[in-house]
């Protein structure tokens, strides 16, 4: 009898299929890799890019440190991103990293010690653009400046109610919430972007 491989589909896939989006494999994630024309990534548009696909692991525990040195090459001090090889580790507390990997289809070296992977726990939203700032602004009351949340900062807090880890890197903010909140969060980005033309798109779009 025949059988077929589960796909992991993003939290969002309904949400694309609804908006037009072309939804194809990535990493083994059925997720938005195109959307319709006109929302095609350039410097001067704002876009919203499900990366739920993301594989994602937590190390939590005393020998955090050592995980991330083994990991990394060196500790991560709190609240900063270490990215290199397609990996940002967020150091979050003394006992506490995440970790999310692009194009993994196994886990973390074992040098990373005890990863947990809870990727189906997560959903990954990145937003760039000129006005990235100006739209969270909208949405939370958390301190977003250069000075509190410079390039390569993370910190956690509520955006509209819901709890999220902010990640922020030169061309965009990445914003990771639980899964069962991702729709709703997408909503409420969109809603709050819509003065500064705020458009979602795919995978393939910002390439």
């Known amino acids: 009898m025949p059988t077929t491989t589960p796909i992991a589909r993003t939290p969002l896939a309904d949400r694309h299929e609804r908006d037009g989006a072309t939804l194809e494999l990535v990493d083994g994630w059925r997720t938005a890799t195109r959307y319709p024309p006109g929302a095609t990534g350039v410097a001067s548009a704002n876009l919203l890019l499900d990366r739920s696909h993301l594989a994602t692991f937590e190390i939590n525990g005393p020998e955090t440190g ?14 900063r991103i270490h990215s290199a090889d397609g990996r940002d580790a967020y ?3 003394p006992t506490r990293a995440i970790v999310f990997v692009a194009g993994a289809t196994a886990g973390l070296p074992g040098s990373a010690g005890e990863a947990i992977d809870v990727t189906g726990g997560w959903a990954t939203i990145s937003l760039m653009g000129p006005d990235a700032e100006r739209i969270l602004n909208k949405a939370t009351a958390v301190d977003l400046r250069d000075v509190a949340l410079p390039v390569g900062g993370c910190c956690q807090g509520p955006l509209f109610g819901v709890n999220i880890l902010f990640g922020r890197f030169a061309d965009r903010f990445d914003l990771h ?18 003065e500064f033309g705020l458009r979602p798109a795919g995978t393939e779009d910002v390439k």
């Open 66 to 79: 050592a995980a991330l040195t083994a990991l990394c090459g060196e500790d991560v001090p709190l609240r």
């Open 91 to 93: 150091r979050l507390t």
């Open 177 to 194: 919430v639980c899964t069962d909140s991702a729709e709703f969060f997408w909503e409420v980005l969109l809603d709050a972007g819509a």
